[in-house]
């Protein structure tokens, strides 16, 4: 059976949690002989904290990639802040090599991410796509990347486009998407509803695009079809941490876990810590 495999990185305050896990797609498609390339699916979170045991909320991605991969745990980010960060995993280079001013670039947190997610060949997508795989980003990719695609329409590098256009919301309505196909995407309006949850959307989005292509690839076009790699980066559990529906009650009974820099405001630190609010009783 073909093996996806399924690279799950977690940034969190002081450290990243790496684990590699090869899941065998089992009586679904039809064993096929050809030999290709694998497919990659990589995952990657904000905002989770092994300090606060973020993941006792999430049992099952503990089990099926965190006990059933790799865990770092003696591991470093150089750069442990979102947009720095994630510009550092998709040019493979550490921050002093894609600092926004000294490569005359544009910043995201002072990182060069616009160059790095569209101008340069050697990035993370850019490299695939020239080497003959599908490339898809579903969610978010680095701060602001609506101003990317829903308003800018740059596709260099990605051949599957699917993310929210307000990403800070999540009951946001409308999507840019972007289909294999097609040469640019375009904006699509939701109609509200329990069920345009971004989470949601964006997970739904991207395991049909997985479906189709391991249909292509075993069933309906295995001589052709062409090897897949997809970002797969949900906003949650993101501040303002709003919850799906049917999960809203679903820790009520969870104990909240405050540690001794639990709701303090220190104006001598670098913002947001500087400009938090202290939280109420409630």
């Known amino acids: 059976s073909q093996l996806v495999q399924i690279l799950s990185l977690s940034i969190m305050s002081s450290i990243w949690i790496t684990s590699l896990l ?5 009586n679904r498609f039809v064993t096929s002989t050809t030999t290709r390339q694998p497919n990659f699916i990589f995952v990657i979170t904000d905002d989770q904290d092994v300090m606060l045991d973020s993941v006792q909320a999430t049992p099952a991605v503990l ?20 947009c720095a960060s994630r510009t550092e995993t998709l040019a493979g280079r550490t921050f002093h090599n894609i600092e926004a001013t000294k490569l ?16 340069n ?3 993370l997508f850019q490299k695939f796509n020239s080497n003959g795989y599908l490339t898809g980003a579903f969610g978010k990719v680095v701060n602001n990347v609506n101003d990317y695609w829903c308003d800018g329409n740059e596709v260099s590098g990605f ?23 097609d040469n640019i995407g375009t904006k699509v309006t939701h109609t509200l509803s329990a069920d345009v949850y971004q989470t949601t959307m964006m997970s739904e989005a991207a395991v049909q695009f997985v479906d189709d292509r391991m249909e292509e690839q075993y069933n309906s076009a295995p001589d052709t079809a062409k090897p897949f ?5 949900p906003y949650a559990p993101h501040t303002s941490a709003t919850p799906a529906e049917h999960y809203a009650e679903e820790f009520d009974t969870l104990t909240l876990l405050q540690t001794p820099n639990y709701n303090q405001v220190c104006p001598d630190h670098h913002a947001p810590v500087s400009n938090n609010q202290l939280l109420g009783s409630e």
């Open 159 to 181: 051949d599957r486009i699917h993310i929210s256009c307000q990403y800070d919301d999540f009951y946001g309505l409308e999507y840019y998407n972007k289909d294999v196909n």
């Open 104 to 119: 005359g670039e544009t910043s995201c947190q002072h990182a060069a991410a616009h160059y790095t997610l569209y101008d």
């Open 121 to 123: 060949s050697n990035s």
């Open 63 to 82: 089990e099926r990639i965190g006990l059933g991969g790799i865990t770092m745990e003696n591991a470093f980010a150089s750069s442990p802040v979102c």
């Open 22 to 26: 090869a899941v065998s797609l089992t």
């Open 229 to 233: 790699i997809i970002w797969l980066g």
